[in-house]
């Protein structure tokens, strides 16, 4: 019953409906193709810096939780530059922010004036702020000359923007609404860029062995100005896409711990949701021949639940590719909250223990959908055994008569 009764809750608590989502998808395309032309108009700049986009976000990667009316995407602007002039510096020095480095531009001889535009001049580095200013200045210039009104495959879209970093959008259209957050990017097409050196290339090979894809997909250095005013962060989105790629039911267990963390509130609203998703992809690597089926979802998501307790536990949740970097330090600055989820998450594993029903994570009086179907089956079978017995029943009686 418990595999039911999670198959319930990912079927009314947790899955998009998928027409929808289809919908979301294509108006972000649509949107930002005429956003982003509109743009490249406005900046000569920006229109020969300007390479792709590149989509991610838990929405578009299928890990958004809940049924809410708009969807979040995270999207990346990626700047064209001459890969072949940046050294990348100062990658697993800092130790809260090892997967964080300097770009360094060497022969800048060779640079287009407009490249040279994202430069500082007295480090010599590739410089995050500049990249986002040059976003913003284009981005802004838009909006108020098209006055936040734009067509798109002859329908109107009303776009608006959010102030913060990253560059956030509102996308609205006939009743269909979507939030994107732009964050610029240099795309580094091949895993070579990387000085080799660097110990995170080992446990990128280790990575590759375990899922058994060898492809060399590159990575991303994206502009989080705000968390370092200098550095970049060194991403490896499309290999953690490979570690949950063709994985069965993993995404559906990445999203009911999600759930449970959002059901929960109070001390969980620390746990962000990369966090969660480390955890299971660290499950994925600890167990690469496990088979992530369906039906063996509720041993899946309670191993996995386990593990966030552990490492909770041990106080250390090591990134996937950058493992001395503890995912537990942000949640530590709340100590708190810190303790209180702990003791949670042991309470819960010891009750699950005592009484092996799903319900202890995922209780009736909280998601009470996911039980009426059982409830109605159960109704109906006993009156289904009532209406049996009758005429036993009856005809004891006549036999004693």
Known sequence: MDYQILHEINK????????????????LVQAMNVFIEKVRERSKVFDKLYGNLYFSGSAYD??????????????????????????????E?????????????????????????????????????????LLERAGDHVFSKNQN??????????????????YCLNVSSDGVRISIDLVPAIKFNSLRYLPQHYDVHSRIQRVQH????????????????????EKFEIDFHDLERKILHNKGCVKTVIRLLKLFRN???????????????????????????????????????????RSWYKKMREEFNGDVFFTQ??????????????????????????????????????SQTDFPKAYCKFQLESQSNFEEEISQSQPEQ????????
């Open 62 to 91: 299928g890990l958004q939780v809940g049924s809410s009316s708009e969807n979040d995407f995270d999207l990346n602007i990626c700047f064209k530059f001459n890969l072949d002039c940046i050294e990348i510096e100062g990658l």
């Open 93 to 133: 020095a800092h130790p809260t922010k090892q997967n964080f480095a300097y770009l360094k531009v060497k022969n800048q001889h060779k640079l287009k004036a407009e490249e040279r535009e994202l430069v500082d001049q007295e480090t010599g580095f590739i410089n995050p702020k500049k990249m986002f200013s």
């Open 394 to 401: 009856e005809a004891s009686r006549c036999t004693v008569m």
């Open 325 to 362: 970097m503890n995912l537990i330090s942000r949640l530590r600055k709340r100590s708190t909250a810190f303790t209180e989820q702990t003791r949670s998450l042991e309470r819960i594993l010891q009750q699950f223990d005592r009484q092996q029903t799903i319900q202890v994570f995922f």
């Open 12 to 27: 009314n608590y947790i899955s998009l409906q998928e027409q929808r989502l289809k919908k979301d998808k294509e108006l």
């Open 149 to 166: 009104t734009f067509t798109v495959n002859g329908r109107t879209v009303r776009i608006t923007r959010r102030i913060g970093a990253p």
């Open 263 to 305: 059901n929960k509130g109070g001390c969980y609203k620390i746990t962000w949701s990369h966090f969660l998703k480390t955890v299971v992809m660290q499950e994925v690597l600890a167990h690469p021949d496990q088979r992530w089926r369906e039906n063996n979802i509720v041993q899946l998501f309670v191993d996995c639940f």
């Open 210 to 229: 375990l899922i058994g894809d060898y492809e060399d997909v590159g990575f991303m250095a994206i502009c989080l100005w705000k968390a370092d005013s």
